[in-house]
């Protein structure tokens, strides 16, 4: 069996758009790990931010990515604070292949002013408040994303077209034996 594979990277980096279309493209099952979250704790994730707090999330989220990251052949699109929490990142790379999706400050602020609702570390943010906090969290998180094993630069993929063909670049890319 195939070990899985962990799409990380910044919100509005595309891990659950590109993710989809490589678990097509290499017949693996496909796990949104918010979605996960979601449906296990019957709360949407601005609910379960808004009622306990930041850091209830955080335990839940690594709750779920324990539970999860032995499944083989599954692709996982992980939230983007996941891998930054403790030694989560050193799990995901003993668990499987790692892959960052590496967008910069300014792109992901302006894909992410168009679809902040859901995401309750954003959703009050908007123009340089936004990109301000983008860059500083990037700055942050971007050392621990860029230990993956691979890494992939989104800034230019800004079509459902682009991303398709970056999951059949990084398919091919995968030694899958
Ligand atoms: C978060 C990213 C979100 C979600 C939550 C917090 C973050 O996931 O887990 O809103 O701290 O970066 P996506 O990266 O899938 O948007």
Redesign the pocket.
């Known amino acids: 069996m195939r070990s899985p594979i962990f799409l990380i990277g ?3 980096s595309g ?2 758009t590109v993710g989809r279309h490589l678990a097509d493209h290499l017949g693996f099952r496909f796990i ?1 790990t ?1 979605v996960f979250i979601e449906t296990r704790f019957r709360e949407r ?1 601005t609910d379960i931010f808004a009622r306990y707090g930041e850091e209830t ?1 955080r335990r839940r ?1 690594r709750m779920a990515i324990e539970e999860l990251m032995s499944m083989p052949e599954t692709i996982f ?1 992980t ?4 891998p930054c929490q403790g030694d989560t990142m050193d799990l995901l790379l003993e668990a499987g292949h790692t892959i960052y999706l590496r967008g910069s400050a300014p792109v992901l602020a302006s894909r992410l002013e168009l679809c902040k609702r859901t ?3 954003i959703r009050d943010k908007s123009g340089d408040e936004l990109l301000d906090f983008v860059k500083q ?1 990037l700055e942050r998180r971007a050392p621990i994303y860029s230990r993956a094993h691979a890494v992939y630069d989104i800034d230019e993929v800004d079509t459902v077209a682009k991303e398709r063909l970056l999951a059949e670049e990084i398919a091919r890319s995968l030694d899958l034996g």
């Open positions: 910044f919100m509005g891990k659950s949104d918010d994730i999330f989220e699109a939230g983007g604070g996941l995401r309750p570390t969290s």
